[in-house]
């Protein structure tokens, strides 16, 4: 890009800041009615809660003002190429997601798009697609060449379900075709893709890995949201629950930037709300024969008893180590006899005591008002933001790192 481009892109971060969202939505809206075949592709509940709308009209926005050194974004570009990875996206998607994104441009700005801003707009997404291509593919070749490694979407076989608490269901999955799988750090997600028969098409769903790896299988636990009456709310969860052993689902290879290495030589925090239980589980499971010398401390909370998943199965890890404590929170706590659980919500300067330790790593999974009140509250007790690591279920809207 020209310096003269570069500027004029700069030109436009007010109207961005103004207008963004009615930029993305337009342009979703003319994708969708121009190529219905990506509703297969794009979680169409995002669509519908304006998650997805937001997210895209905040990458753009923070593309424009980083325009003269887009390398300070690559953290979330690398987090984008995990999801995107996660969806076997195409260069030639990305061709199509380009040329309505420059002709929403032109529709929604008008006469302020003139033939220079769009060439500008047009040369700034041609090297950003450019960018992520380049970081997919390197995503793409390194799970190829694990041992089981694959691209792109895999049949698999639903072996087994666990009911894990009143609204999460564990359910395994070993691949059709019998043939190895691959690996995967703990934290990270696959992507499930089933048929959905109310819309008439395919929606896919990222769900963490929730236990440590095993050759036979893969796992994942599921909540069942809540309708409350909206058409996408809920649909792929509600549509899993109702899946039987022996049903099939299509699977693409472990991905996401949420993970724990293997060996880690310094004490950790887990702070989990709900199914955030899930990745920091495997987690645990994962490094529990490493841990010995290290605490690690687990803060959980949940709404009451019924909807707790994993409590026996984390009581007995805390029982039978002294490495691991626990700290149960239900919002709701008058249905337990567990004199253990505190009533309310996690609040970590109450907490301090038992979660400030020296050269710790601390991981927040949950909802995303959960995420941002724990993170928020480590700044203010101190923490550094390279010691905390988050996982946002769904498109990316937090950026504090």
Same mark, same amino acid.
């Not at 593919?137 to 639903?158: A, H, L």
């Not at 075709?177 to 990222?206: M, N």
């Not at 009533?343 to 999974?365: F, Q, S, T």
């Given at each position: 890009? &020209? =310096?003269?481009?570069?500027? $004029?892109?700069?030109?436009?971060?007010p109207?961005?800041?103004?207008?963004?969202?009615?930029?993305?939505?337009?342009?979703?809206?003319?994708?969708?009615?121009?190529? @219905?075949?990506?509703?297969?592709?794009?979680?169409?509940?995002?669509?519908?809660?304006?998650?997805?709308?937001?997210a895209?009209?905040?990458?753009?926005?923070? #593309?424009a003002?980083? %325009?003269?050194?887009?390398?300070?974004?690559?953290?979330?570009?690398?987090?984008i190429?995990?999801?995107?990875?996660?969806?076997?996206?195409?260069?030639?998607? #990305?061709?199509?997601?380009?040329?309505?994104?420059?002709?929403?441009? !032109?529709? *929604?700005?008008?006469?302020?798009?003139?033939?220079?801003?769009?060439?500008? /707009?047009?040369?700034?997404? =041609?090297?950003?697609?450019?960018?992520?291509?380049?970081?997919? =593919?390197?995503?793409?070749?390194?799970?190829?060449?694990?041992?089981?490694?694959? !691209?792109? /979407?895999?049949?698999?076989?639903? &072996?087994?379900?666990?009911?894990?608490?009143?609204?999460?269901?564990?359910?395994?999955?070993?691949? !059709?075709?019998?043939?190895?799988?691959?690996?995967?750090?703990?934290?990270?997600?696959?992507?499930?893709?089933?048929?959905?028969?109310?819309?008439?098409?395919?929606?896919?769903?990222?769900?963490?890995l929730?236990?440590?790896?095993?050759?036979?299988?893969?796992?994942?636990?599921?909540?069942?949201?809540?309708?409350?009456?909206? $058409?996408?709310?809920?649909? *792929?969860?509600?549509?899993?629950?109702?899946?039987? &052993?022996?049903?099939?689902? /299509?699977?693409?290879?472990?991905?996401?930037?949420?993970?724990?290495?293997?060996?880690?030589?310094? @004490?950790? %925090?887990?702070?989990?709300?709900?199914?955030?239980?899930?990745?920091?589980?495997?987690? $645990?499971?994962?490094n529990?024969?490493?841990?010995?010398?290290?605490? *690690?401390?687990?803060?959980?909370?949940?709404?009451?008893?019924?909807?707790?998943?994993?409590?026996?199965r984390?009581?007995?890890?805390?029982?039978?180590?002294? /490495?691991? &404590?626990?700290? %149960?929170?239900?919002?709701?706590?008058?249905?337990?006899?567990?004199?253990?659980?505190?009533?309310?919500?996690?609040?970590?300067h109450?907490?301090?005591?038992? *979660?400030?330790?020296?050269?710790?790593?601390? #991981?927040?999974?949950?909802?995303?008002?959960?995420?941002?009140?724990?993170? =928020?509250?480590?700044?203010?007790?101190? %923490? @550094?933001?390279?010691?905390?690591?988050?996982?946002?279920?769904?498109?990316?809207?937090?950026?504090?790192?």
């Amino acid at each position: 890009m &020209t =310096n003269d481009q570069k500027n $004029l892109i700069k030109s436009t971060v007010p109207i961005l800041k103004s207008n963004g969202i009615d930029l993305t939505k337009h342009f979703y809206s003319r994708m969708f009615m121009h190529n @219905p075949e990506l509703k297969n592709v794009f979680n169409m509940g995002n669509q519908a809660s304006g998650k997805q709308q937001n997210a895209l009209a905040g990458a753009v926005l923070a #593309y424009a003002e980083h %325009i003269e050194n887009p390398e300070v974004l690559i953290g979330v570009l690398k987090s984008i190429g995990n999801k995107h990875v996660s969806l076997n996206i195409t260069p030639e998607q #990305y061709d199509i997601v380009g040329l309505h994104l420059i002709a929403s441009i !032109k529709e *929604v700005l008008g006469e302020t798009a003139d033939d220079k801003l769009i060439e500008a /707009w047009t040369e700034a997404y =041609n090297e950003l697609a450019q960018i992520m291509i380049s970081i997919e =593919n390197d995503m793409y070749q390194s799970t190829m060449n694990k041992t089981g490694g694959w !691209k792109g /979407w895999r049949k698999f076989v639903i &072996t087994d379900i666990i009911e894990e608490s009143s609204e999460i269901k564990s359910f395994y999955l070993q691949p !059709k075709d019998q043939k190895a799988i691959a690996d995967y750090f703990p934290g990270q997600y696959i992507s499930i893709k089933i048929f959905v028969p109310t819309l008439a098409h395919e929606q896919p769903r990222q769900y963490s890995l929730s236990s440590a790896y095993t050759e036979k299988h893969y796992r994942i636990s599921v909540k069942r949201e809540v309708s409350n009456d909206r $058409l996408f709310e809920g649909i *792929v969860s509600n549509e899993m629950h109702r899946k039987k &052993t022996g049903d099939e689902v /299509w699977v693409t290879a472990p991905s996401g930037v949420f993970y724990e290495e293997f060996i880690i030589q310094r @004490p950790r %925090i887990f702070i989990s709300g709900g199914v955030g239980v899930t990745p920091l589980l495997s987690m $645990l499971e994962t490094n529990k024969n490493n841990l010995e010398k290290n605490n *690690v401390v687990w803060l959980h909370s949940c709404r009451n008893e019924k909807v707790h998943a994993f409590k026996e199965r984390i009581n007995h890890l805390s029982d039978e180590n002294s /490495w691991l &404590t626990t700290h %149960i929170f239900y919002d709701n706590d008058e249905e337990t006899t567990d004199k253990n659980v505190k009533k309310g919500r996690i609040n970590l300067h109450e907490m301090k005591d038992d *979660v400030l330790l020296e050269n710790a790593k601390y #991981y927040i999974c949950g909802p995303d008002a959960f995420i941002k009140v724990q993170y =928020n509250s480590l700044l203010e007790l101190g %923490i @550094p933001k390279e010691d905390i690591l988050y996982e946002e279920f769904g498109p990316q809207l937090l950026n504090f790192n």
